[in-house]
């Protein structure tokens, strides 16, 4: 509860006039003291009340790229019975609040406010609580609560279409590690015949031996799996823009280009931040874990600097996939090194560099490096390579 500056000076006035009108003994003066605190406790009293409101959002879209329309609906219903709700309240969209219209608000009714989004910078923008601020009659005192919870809306970098696919590591089963175009079926094992199964993968000598219908086993041994390294310290993208590391919001553009590429190939991909979390693939309510989209929006910058030296550490251990790319900035160039040791590991490794003044100078044999000076040319760049 606050109270505003006129009631501040009625209630010191309160106090000046009880107090002289006791002390020189003016009945008048302690009567005008006593309706000044009276007035102060009434409005403490009206701006203490609560009104019973049931607040509801719908976002449309929740998730929208960088730059696409985004829309906010909320609904303040009054549940009270009695008394109408005469009220200023404001919604907190991101940095910017909305007046959102609660006068005489009847009980059972509801009013309806629908605002856009900003979505004109990644992030996630945080839409809400609704701030309900009472006041009395005479401006004495004003009292603000909060309403409804918050509601995230997803903004994901832009997505730039990307053709190009690289190629695998087709492993086969007796040990072969062989570079593919795109993958292959190779055969695993036989079980039996299972209704629905197609007859053109029924082994008819096997079948003819054991007696009944025996049915190839087929796995694809040499799919392409990516692995996406993003870094995301403060050290690999020193320039600024307005606050804003230009580098790094391009880095995501291409994070989440290949990313989107590989699902439309039906590509196995894993998206990794250099300096992450402890629980960065899980909601901030321990919900389930988080799309790689959603990461991204959900990505900012870390104060790590050693984090690359761990990441690719892990990376060398684990091999994750056939295919590394690192995303990177200006000053991300000096770590060239730690990746370039993973050659052994990964067969492809490709290095993306954004918002460089001059080119990145060759790094370790079988490095492949792309210069960008935004998501948009790392597109026709990644689309040009012809050796992965």
Request: aromatic letters at 4%; proline letters at 7%.
């Amino acid at each position: 509860m606050g109270i505003t500056a006129r009631g501040v000076g009625l209630l010191v006035a309160a106090v000046l006039l009880l107090g002289a009108g006791f002390r020189f003994a003016y009945p008048e003066l302690t009567l005008l003291g006593a309706a000044a605190g009276a007035a102060v406790g009434y409005a403490a009293l009206v701006a203490a009340w609560r009104p019973r409101l049931t607040v509801t959002r719908h976002a449309d879209p929740d998730r929208v790229a960088r730059g696409e329309p985004a829309s906010m609906t909320l609904t303040v219903r009054n549940t009270g019975r009695l008394r109408s709700a005469n009220l200023l309240a404001e919604d907190r969209c991101g940095e910017r609040t909305v007046p959102v219209p609660v006068l005489r608000l009847r009980p059972g009714r509801d009013t309806e406010v629908r605002y856009d989004v900003p979505t004109d910078r990644r992030g996630v923008v945080l839409v809400g609580p609704l701030r309900v601020t009472r006041r009395d009659p005479l401006g004495l005192v004003a009292l603000a609560r909060p309403y409804g919870a918050a509601v995230p809306v997803w903004v994901y970098p832009r997505i730039h279409p990307l053709t190009a696919v690289p190629r695998g590591a087709g492993r086969s089963l007796d040990g072969r590690v062989d570079g593919v175009p795109h993958g292959s079926i190779t055969f695993d094992s036989l079980r039996e015949y299972v209704v629905g199964d197609e007859l053109r993968r029924v082994h008819w000598r096997t079948s003819a031996r054991v007696g009944e219908l025996m049915v190839r086993e087929n796995v694809d041994t040499s799919l392409p799996r990516l692995v996406v390294l993003l870094d995301n310290r403060l050290a690999a993208h020193p320039q600024r823009v307005g606050g804003v590391a230009e580098s790094f919001e391009s880095a995501c553009e291409a994070a989440a280009s290949i990313v989107t590429a590989a699902h439309r190939a039906d590509l196995p991909v894993l998206l990794l931040l250099v300096a992450a979390a402890p629980a960065e693939a899980q909601t901030s309510d321990g919900g389930p874990a988080l799309g790689p989209l959603d990461r991204l929006a959900a990505a900012d910058l870390s104060a790590d600097g050693d984090a690359v030296r761990a990441a690719t550490t892990r990376l060398r251990q684990d091999r994750l996939g056939d295919t590394l790319i690192f995303l990177t900035g200006p000053g991300g160039r000096d770590e060239l090194g730690h990746v370039g040791a993973l050659r052994g590991a990964y067969p492809s490794v490709v290095v993306a560099v954004f918002g460089a003044a001059e080119p990145t100078p060759p790094g370790a044999a079988g490095l492949v490096v792309v210069d960008a000076a935004d998501g948009a040319q790392f597109a026709a760049e990644w689309d040009g390579v012809r050796r992965w």
